[in-house]
């Protein structure tokens, strides 16, 4: 008689555990109490630190985003023109500068970004959204030659 | 959230003295070798000396190598930088081809500890116009009046009124003669250099 259906119950050792726990036991090497030095109740930890973390990464680039445009909100009003304005006529001149760039000009090259308003301002003259915005008066100090 | 950064150490770019943007110079001013003359782990360190020692110090005259045979210790090489920092690598078991190659790590780098860079670029002078202060967009003539001022100090409404709108429409169109615009109901901001707002929505 052959015995074949015994060996499927011999089971073999998995990796070492200790390289495995090690891994773990460093991400929480910064925790407090037992979390930092015991495995089964730091996995927990490192699990929920780590999905943090991905959630993190969205929201920071968000919030960064979020922070560019206040802050050239802010420079806009200081000069009288909407945010949205900019934008859309910046963009309609193909003048390609993300907020990150717009929201550095406005801090360190104040009167570069004071420029780059009235050129959007130029532009939304050719294309008045409204009648009313078309009676407007052209933005002072601009110099198109027929460019725009 | 990288592990890296937990006990990495973080900080801002630097070089020595703006090493590189006139003339470069190497960051290296010594380099000591500690080794045993008859342990089995300073084989490697003493295959090195007998053979590549003389062209890396002949290649880096602005860099000082010192020798220090030292029995019953660990082989270790320590680099000492123009800035005052040291740096130690142990070299035990380690080959010739080995220790050429760490030496040259260690005459590449700069003094400074290495560490997480916030940023990888740095600027002495970040602004050629000059920062954004409260007073950049506003008109010169404040530098020399007496405040309260009464026209900065009038109440300025964001949209004009109905009386206005009536009249800039007239105007415009035609109905009013120019020496009628000379009206006082209008409040304007007397800025020299801001524009006049721009109106988004059509009013009516």
């Not at chain 2, 003339?23 to 089995?40: A, E, H, P």
């Not at chain 2, 050429?100 to 916030?118: H, T, V």
């Amino acid at each position: 008689m052959v015995f074949l259906s015994f060996v499927n119950c011999m089971r073999v050792k998995g990796p070492d555990k200790f390289w495995k726990r090690r891994q773990i036991l460093k991400l929480a090497a910064h925790f407090y109490g037992r979390k930092r030095n015991c495995y089964s109740i730091a996995i927990r930890s490192v699990q929920k630190a780590l999905q943090h973390a991905a959630y993190g990464r969205k929201v920071k680039k968000l919030e960064r985003i979020n922070l560019w445009k206040e802050r050239i909100t802010a420079a806009c009003e200081e000069l009288n023109i909407p945010y949205p304005l900019l934008m859309e006529n910046l963009a309609r001149c193909d003048i390609a500068l993300s907020k990150k760039t717009l929201a550095d000009l406005a801090i360190w090259e104040p009167r570069t970004f004071k420029c780059l308003t009235q050129i959007a301002a130029a532009k939304n003259q050719s294309y008045p959204p409204t009648v009313k915005a078309a009676l407007q008066p052209p933005p002072e100090g601009v110099i198109t030659r027929g460019m725009l | 959230m990288s592990h890296r950064h937990l006990f990495l150490q973080s900080g801002f770019i630097k070089t020595n003295l703006q090493n590189g943007v006139g003339r470069f110079v190497n960051q290296l001013q010594r380099i000591n070798l500690i080794f045993c003359k008859s342990s089995g782990s300073s084989k490697g360190v003493r295959e090195f000396i007998e053979t590549d020692l003389v062209d890396f110090a002949r290649a880096n005259p602005g860099t000082v190598v010192y020798l220090k045979p030292r029995r019953h210790r660990g082989t270790y090489m320590c680099a000492e930088y123009l800035n005052g920092h040291k740096d130690y690598i142990t070299c035990n078991n380690f080959t010739r081809d080995e220790v050429r190659k760490w030496l040259e790590y260690m005459k590449n780098k700069s003094g400074f500890p290495i560490i997480r860079l916030r940023k990888h670029w740095h600027t002495d002078h970040p602004s050629i116009q000059g920062i954004w202060n409260p007073f950049t967009h506003k008109p010169s003539y404040l530098n020399v009046t007496t405040f309260p001022e009464k026209e900065r100090s009038e109440y300025q409404p964001l949209m004009p009124s109905a009386t206005e709108q009536l009249l800039q429409i007239a105007e415009q169109v035609g109905f009013l003669d120019n020496s009628n615009t000379n009206n006082t109901t209008t409040t304007t901001r007397n800025t020299e250099n801001i524009p006049p707002p721009l109106n988004m929505s059509d009013e009516k």
